[in-house]
C-alpha cells in the first residue's frame, strides 16, 4: 500500500473507534482527511489544502476542505460527516451541501469544473461538477467503504490526475 505507514495506522484506529461508538463526532477526522489530501494534492506541486466552512446553506454552516491550485483556484472540495450518517439519506445530504459549496467555488476559480470528494467517517465516494451544466453532482467513483484499500488508492490516484490533467500539473515520476 503506497500509503504511509502512518496514514495506515491512523485509519485503523479511527475505524476501532467507528465500531465503538458510531456517533463519533467528525472533528475526529479532520487529520486523516487532511493527510490524505495533502499526500495526493502536495504543496511542492502548487496545491494549497484548507478548511473553511460554507457562507450560505444550512445554519449549521458545514466545513469544507478545499485544494487550491495556485493557491487561489478552487478544483476540489471535500465534505465529511460522523459515521452515523452513512446512510441513503446521509449520503443524500453530503452530496447536496457539496453541490452548494461548489457553486460559490464556482467565482473563486477559473477552471470550469470542480471535483469532489464526500466522507462519511471512512466510507467515501468523489464526484465532479461542471460550472455550464445543472448544478448536480456527477458520480467519478462511488462509495467505498475501505479507505485503507488498493481500490481506494486506486480511485484517488485516477481523482488525482484528472485534477492534475485539467490544471496541467505534471507530476515527475
Not at 19 to 33: A, N, S, T
Not at 91 to 104: G, N, P, T
Not at 129 to 153: C, H, I, R
Request: aromatic residues 12%.
Amino acid at each position: 500500500m503506497p500509503y504511509p505507514q502512518g496514514g495506515l495506522i491512523m485509519a485503523e484506529n479511527l475505524q476501532y473507534l467507528i465500531d465503538q461508538r458510531p456517533d463519533l463526532p467528525k472533528e475526529k477526522f479532520y487529520m486523516f482527511w487532511n493527510g490524505i489530501l495533502t499526500f495526493h494534492f502536495p504543496d511542492w506541486l502548487n496545491y494549497v489544502v484548507g478548511l473553511r466552512a460554507s457562507t450560505t446553506g444550512s445554519s449549521s454552516k458545514p466545513e469544507f476542505y478545499t485544494v487550491l491550485q495556485g493557491g487561489e483556484n478552487v478544483v476540489l472540495v471535500l465534505g465529511f460527516k460522523k459515521p452515523a450518517d452513512n446512510t441513503p439519506a446521509g449520503k443524500e445530504e453530503i452530496v447536496e451541501e457539496l453541490a452548494s459549496f461548489i457553486k460559490e467555488c464556482f467565482d473563486e476559480t477559473k477552471f470550469s469544473t470542480i471535483y469532489a470528494i464526500g466522507g462519511i467517517g471512512l466510507s467515501v465516494a468523489a464526484y465532479k461538477m461542471e460550472k455550464s451544466g445543472p448544478p448536480k453532482l456527477q458520480l467519478v467513483f462511488d462509495w467505498t467503504n475501505d479507505v485503507a484499500s488498493e481500490e481506494f488508492y486506486g480511485n484517488m490516484v485516477q481523482l488525482t490526475s484528472m485534477v492534475d490533467e485539467m490544471t496541467g500539473t505534471i507530476r515527475k515520476k
